[in-house]
Structures are given as structure tokens and as C-alpha cells.
């Protein structure tokens, strides 16, 4: 019985942990955009977690590139 990580099937967004700003790294802003997701509202979606163990997560429709786009 393996815990699964809930990554979405989609997701394909490479991150670098590690130069991540806090507020990315608190999952308060996007990881690829930067966008502060306190005033900017726009859907995101959770791709993983950062080194603290928060959540960390990406623009649906703007920063998540789904399959393949090159
Ligand atoms: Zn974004």
C-alpha cells in the first residue's frame, strides 16, 4: 500500500524548488507566473508540494501546460 501523491495526470510543469519566493513556496502565488493569488484571481491548480511541505500551485488555464505543448 504505496501512498499516492495527488498529481494532477496533466501536469506538466517543472519546477525548481529551490528558487521558489515564499509566497510561491506557501502556495500563495504561482510557482510559474508569480501571480499573487490574494489579488489576482485567476483558477489554479495544485501540482505538488514545496521543500516546507506546503502546497504549491500553477495558472489552469495560462501557466499549466496540459500534454505536450512544446
Ligand atoms: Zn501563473
Redesign the pocket.
Known sequence: MASHPATPPDAQVRVNLAHLSPAQADGLA?V????DYLTVK?P?LPIGRSRTGSQIF??ST??LAPGGAA
Open positions: 504561482c510559474v507566473c508569480g501571480a485567476v489554479h500553477v495558472c495560462t501557466c
